[in-house]
């Protein structure tokens, strides 16, 4: 991932970039936004959590910027935040954050955002790759692949990848 000159924390909350990029330690950060598959994926999942939030009490959000610490902030492909919650332009320390994994991600720069959700204390962290179709779940007890693709926390109930695996190769027709 390119970075580029360093800019105060102040003028990266006043800009719109197109993409938006994540801000680190006074430096901006391109964001691998993906092609069809971290695409059709974010849209499925989205839409899966999205259809859940009356009834389990929580929002979700897609691409939002998220404070990890007071210069560090990372925008993951969604992540979830019980009700109530403060509303802002920036959401702090939401319970689930999800990284869909683009095809030209370093697997070590994902792992580095992962350990930064958890040190900022958000409570999951899943790391989806539509592209090998695997899932890893992270929280204080480490980072390990999901058992048959399932992943549940309290809050969003139990998300079985495959069914959405198996939606990424319906045909477009």
Request: hydrophobic share 40%; glycine share 6%; proline share 6%.
């Amino acid at each position: 991932m390119a970075t580029q000159a360093a800019v105060s924390v102040e003028e990266y909350l006043r800009t719109t970039y197109h993409p938006d990029m994540e801000y680190v330690e006074g430096q901006l950060v391109d964001r691998n936004v993906g092609e069809y598959f971290h695409g059709r994926l974010q849209a499925l999942l989205a839409g899966l959590l999205g259809g859940r939030e009356r009834q389990r009490r929580y929002r979700t959000f897609i691409a939002l910027r998220i404070r990890n610490s007071a210069r560090r902030y990372r925008i993951p492909d969604i992540c979830v935040v019980p009700l109530p919650y403060k509303v802002s332009p920036i959401l702090e320390k939401p319970d689930l954050a999800i990284e869909i994994v683009s095809p030209d991600d370093r697997f070590s720069s994902v792992l580095e955002k992962v350990a930064e959700y958890l040190q900022a204390g958000i409570v999951h962290v899943w790391i989806v790759d539509p592209y090998q179709r695997v899932v890893f779940e992270s929280d204080s007890a480490g980072v390990r692949e999901a058992p048959s693709h399932r992943v549940t926390t309290s809050l969003t109930g139990e998300v079985d990848f495959d069914e959405l695996f198996t939606a990424l190769d319906e045909p477009s027709e």
